[in-house]
């Protein structure tokens, strides 16, 4: 008992002693000590500065990707993430979704507590003098808000009667109402006329302001019943359908829709299916393999940029062990053993390459917030990429600092002290 | 009868030096007995550094006995003969060799971080041992604050603070003018007079015939072993072998 609690009193008399050399000798040489840790501050702020803006970019794609709805499954002839162009032409000449599939989605797929139609195109919106082109055009139907589509503002949004009557109602996205309208309240735009594509609608109601998705703009389009969409602008259009269901349905339910579909559409059961469920997920899978591979770069340029600053740590503690020979034999002469020799100088090193880490993981973070501030990226920073920052530091301190502590604890006491 | 604290046996100290064998110490034997002054005198190539560096087992012999305190030096680990030195043997050396960057206290405390003593027992034996050997003031100042013989002080009372058998000193004065170097001498006899077994290593016949025994070597053999003036008195060991 006695035995052990002098052990640790020892350990940890030892553990102090070397901190405090350690921090002694950085103190006594503050601009070697600056200069050994630049490499490490300049890697440690890479890769803290590239991490924390990468994350932010996370953070903003989850956040606009929340714009598709987490619970739904978009139905379509289009995969979203097409594998080459051979895949795009198939996908391109597979036979259209039309009302028939919906129909049959409508009335088969249990699960599902929403269905919409989406046709949609690109065109111009006119009200008196004033003309918008390029505006998303959208035919759906009373369900495409339960969707995960926004909400309305004011007014109302679709009907059933809407789609059944075939009425050239509108409800006009945020940016188009402000657009065609300027300083108007969205109220006072309810009853007004529009043209679209050379049509006439009423408008019924104004979405709320939904932001950007992947640089869309989600509040730019025009949304009217799909039976008047196809109407109107053209029926040889392929639906896409959204089909919402309950979490922990969804995958029951893409099940659901494949075998409706595949009936309907008469696919042989030795063929593919020739339509394409997509998921919301499936984006952040590909851009987290995308933002995944510049990690790696990142993390690779770090790592190399740490190895350079190891080495110089290295090479300032292969001098610091030279120089302080004779102090090596002299500790080693009352009593130092080996294995204190060799964790005083790694305590050195690691300590070096920490306080640069901290250094370079402070400059990181500021380099991302400079950053988020003149650039539209944005910046996060996470307790996890701080730790790492020290962490990896504190790591090749220690790592490149074996070789010289090991050198030191290594030194032959009477050869040391007899050293000029 | 209790055994001598040093008991050396015909020991051996072989270099091989570019191809050669250098015979360092080449069959020494002596015994010191506890509370004794000693010192070990000859000129330089006598033996008498390789002699204090196995006595302070800073190194083994190539052959031989020798047994400190009752302990068999021959066959230790690095690690346990970094204990035996830091609990049986006190070094004061020509040059010092204090830590520039600690104080005194600090640097006398040295030894006892090495033995796992508590921080508060630590300061307050470091601040005894200094106290002890006239320093009471100058406790918190670095080496480059003091004289030489203030260093030499510091060195002193750092071989001391961990109570150890043998006071091991390699010409401690040989860095110092005379008035000082005769202050560090009767600080030695004092503390001989205290009961401390002491080892003084020097070519000075001077300071040799101040101890009361002293062993001449040449040629890494012992050629005289006797009372500190009579040894001393030797002149020229290869005249007197002759």
């Known amino acids: 008992m006695n035995r052990v609690t002098r052990a640790f009193v020892r350990a940890g008399a030892e553990l102090a002693e070397a901190v405090r050399i350690a921090l002694g000798s950085l103190v006594g040489a503050r601009l070697r000590s600056f200069l050994t840790t630049l490499g490490i501050v300049i890697g440690v702020m890479t890769v803290i500065a590239i991490v924390a803006i990468i994350q932010g970019l996370n953070r903003s794609f989850e956040g606009q990707i929340a714009n598709l709805g987490a619970n739904t499954l978009y139905v379509s002839k289009f995969a979203w993430l097409a594998q080459g162009r051979g895949e795009w032409w198939e996908m391109r000449n597979r036979k259209d979704l039309g009302k028939r599939e919906l129909a049959a989605v409508e009335r088969e797929v249990t699960l599902a507590t929403a269905v919409a139609p989406q046709a949609g195109t690109r065109g111009t919106v006119t009200r008196l003098d004033k003309e918008l082109s390029g505006v998303q055009l959208i035919g759906t139907n009373a369900r495409y808000l339960d969707t995960g589509a926004g909400s309305v503002q004011a007014g109302r949004f679709l009907t059933d009667t809407d789609v059944d009557l075939e009425r050239a109602v509108a409800v006009l996205g945020h940016a188009v109402a402000e657009r065609l309208f300027p300083g108007a309240s969205p109220e006072s735009v309810l009853g007004q006329r529009v043209t679209l594509e050379g049509h006439p609608f009423t408008v019924v109601g104004v979405m709320a302001k939904r932001g950007q998705m992947l640089g869309m703009d989600m509040d730019s389009n025009v949304t009217m019943p ?195 | ?96 060799q204090l830590l520039p960057r600690a104080s005194a206290v600090q640097n006398v405390e040295l030894p006892l971080v090495y033995r796992g003593v508590p921080r508060r027992e630590r300061r307050a034996r470091a601040e005894a041992a200094l ?72 070519h000075e016949p001077r300071l040799a015939a101040r101890c009361p025994r002293a062993i001449r070597l040449s040629d890494g053999r012992v050629v005289g072993d006797g009372p500190g003036a009579e040894v001393a008195a030797l002149s020229g060991a290869r005249a007197v072998h002759a």
């Open chain 1, 226 to 420: 799909f039976t008047t969409f196809l109407r109107d602008l053209g029926s040889k259009r392929s639906l896409n359908l959204a089909v919402a269901s309950a979490p922990e349905d969804l995958s029951a339910l893409e099940d659901q829709i494949v075998g409706v579909l595949r009936r309907v559409r008469h696919v042989p059961p030795d063929k593919k299916d020739d339509f394409a469920i997509n998921r919301q997920e499936q984006f952040l899978r590909i851009y987290r393999q995308l933002t995944g591979a510049l990690y790696g770069v990142a993390i690779g340029v770090g790592l190399i940029t740490l190895v350079v600053g190891g080495i110089g740590i290295m090479n300032i503690m292969l001098v610091s062990v030279t120089e302080r020979t004779r102090e090596i034999g002299v500790r080693r002469a009352l009593g130092a053993r080996r294995r204190t020799i060799l964790l005083q100088f790694l305590i050195e090193s690691s300590v070096v390459a920490a306080l640069g880490g901290a250094v370079g993981t402070t400059l990181g973070l500021g380099v991302a917030q400079l950053v988020a501030l003149l650039t539209p990226l944005a910046a996060a920073v996470t307790p996890s990429a701080v730790a790492l920052g020290l962490g990896f530091s504190a790591g090749v301190g220690l790592l490149f600092g074996s070789w010289p502590a090991w050198r030191a604890a290594r030194l032959d006491p009477v050869e040391a002290l007899r050293y000029e």
């Open chain 2, 1 to 96: 009868m209790a055994e001598p604290l040093i008991v050396v046996e015909e020991l051996h100290r072989h270099y091989v030096v570019g191809g050669e064998t250098v015979r360092a110490l080449d069959g020494v034997s002596f015994t010191i007995e506890r509370g004794e002054w000693v010192a070990i005198v000859g000129q330089s190539g006598s033996g008498k550094s390789t002699l204090m560096n196995l006595l302070g087992c800073l190194d083994t012999p190539s052959a031989g006995v020798y047994r400190l305190n009752g302990s068999d030096v021959e066959g230790l680990a690095d690690d346990q003969l970094a204990d035996l030195r830091n609990r049986e043997i006190g070094f004061v050396f020509q040059t010092f």
């Open chain 2, 131 to 202: 106290r002890a050997v006239g320093l009471a003031n100058r406790m918190t100042h670095r080496p480059n604050e003091l004289s030489g013989g203030q260093r030499q002080r510091v060195a002193i009372a750092r071989a001391l603070v961990g109570e150890p058998s043998i006071l091991l000193a390699d010409e401690p004065t040989g860095n110092l003018d005379s008035a000082t170097g005769e202050e560090i001498i009767r600080l030695f006899s004092e503390l001989h007079q205290r009961g401390h077994t002491i080892i003084l290593v020097t």
